[in-house]
């Protein structure tokens, strides 16, 4: 069973997108689907998605250019197309964004077997979640929400923890301010981006003794872990 795996859907035919969903389902898969390309990027914004299946032909915003838009916030994420389309060039406009490509019609045994390939190359990364990450000097403890150095314990909130990892992912790389938002407080709101100022301002605080750390505004865009 794939426990813990939560799967985007990005499919405009109604039946089509509710077959795909009860198949997935029923082997252990999360499934959220969108009939939209708009619905779909607002739910990867918002949820935690390990994987997304895309069609390319959907109203209001079209398969490409949704992955285009979740490869500018999330460059790991898998991204596989569904598509009737077999033509080179969509092949490889698909393959330069994602990671696979099926043409429909396609068995369920088939898109199962692409998605654990996938996942088996993917998820080993994301199980770092589950163990100590170093951080200059410092041990963050992703389950237990704490920070350790020098055996000094500094616990976190959870929304620190989830803040802090964001970061972590994205080290040395643009962490974009409505992203964290959405993924983190569920709408980019003035007042929900105060608060996440509030807690980057806690976090600085807590790795001011190992100068090598810093936080950093990258102005009118997000924010960056540096070390």
Request: aromatic share 8%; charged share 25%.
């Amino acid at each position: 069973m794939n426990t813990n795996v939560t799967i985007l859907l990005a499919e405009d035919d109604v039946n089509l997108g509710k077959v795909l969903t009860l198949n997935l389902e029923a082997v252990g898969y999360t499934v959220h689907h969108a009939g939209n390309g708009e619905t779909a990027y607002e739910i990867f914004c918002t949820s935690d998605i390990d994987i997304c299946l895309i069609d390319v032909m959907m109203p209001l915003k079209d398969g490409f250019t949704l992955a285009r838009e979740i490869r500018k916030l999330d460059k790991k994420t898998p991204i596989v197309f569904l598509t009737a389309k077999n033509m080179n060039e969509d092949v490889l406009e698909g393959l330069s964004i994602g990671d696979d490509y099926i043409t429909k019609p396609f068995s369920m045994e088939v898109l199962q077997a692409r998605l654990q390939a996938l996942l088996r190359r993917t998820m080993p990364e994301n199980t770092e979640q589950h163990q100590t990450i170093k951080i200059g000097n410092f041990s963050f403890e992703v389950d237990h929400q704490r920070l350790w150095i020098n055996g000094e314990e500094k616990k976190l909130t959870t929304r620190e923890t989830e803040l802090l990892l964001m970061l972590v992912n994205k080290k040395n790389d643009l962490l974009e301010r409505g992203y964290a938002l959405k993924k983190i407080w569920g709408d980019d709101s003035y007042y929900n981006a105060r608060s996440m100022d509030v807690y980057l301002t806690k976090l600085r605080k807590l790795f001011a003794s190992d100068p090598n750390i810093q936080i950093i505004n990258v102005h009118g865009l997000g924010f960056k872990l540096v070390m």
